[in-house]
């Protein structure tokens, strides 16, 4: 069995910064993709940022410049660091995981989400 962890979200002012971190563990044998979710409040999930096995990186344009997807293959761990956040950052934030198990099967894992909320 696989479990992600979230943490790192919070309250913070427009402008401000916020890095959430997810960390996989359990029966793992290899990591694919990893990647950002968020959903507000009456709005459809939405991908963020996702960063493949190789390192290469795609945002949703809305945050380009402003997020930041890494991650650390030897803790089974991907971040989103946010700068200048805004208001519209506003939403409850979760992590994906595409995970090759010990049986062979891959399959994707979520986070159990981490509120970030933008507001002064």
């Known amino acids: 069995q696989v479990q992600l962890v979230e943490s790192g979200g919070g309250l913070v002012q427009p402008g401000g910064s916020l890095r959430l971190s997810c960390a996989a563990s359990g029966s793992i044998f290899s990591i694919k993709a990893m990647g950002w979710y968020r959903q507000a409040p009456g709005k459809q999930r939405e991908l963020v940022a996702f960063?493949?096995?190789?390192?290469?990186?795609n945002y949703q344009d809305s945050v380009k410049g402003r997020f930041t997807i890494s991650r650390d293959n030897a803790k089974n761990t991907v971040y989103l660091q946010m700068n200048s956040l805004k208001p519209e950052d506003t939403a409850g934030y979760y992590c994906?995981?595409?995970?090759?198990?010990?049986?062979?099967?891959?399959?994707?894992?979520w986070g159990q989400g981490t509120q970030v909320t933008v507001s002064s």
């Open positions: 994906i995981q595409t995970i090759q198990g010990g049986g062979g099967g891959e399959y994707d894992y």
């Open positions: 960063i493949t096995s190789g390192g290469s990186t």
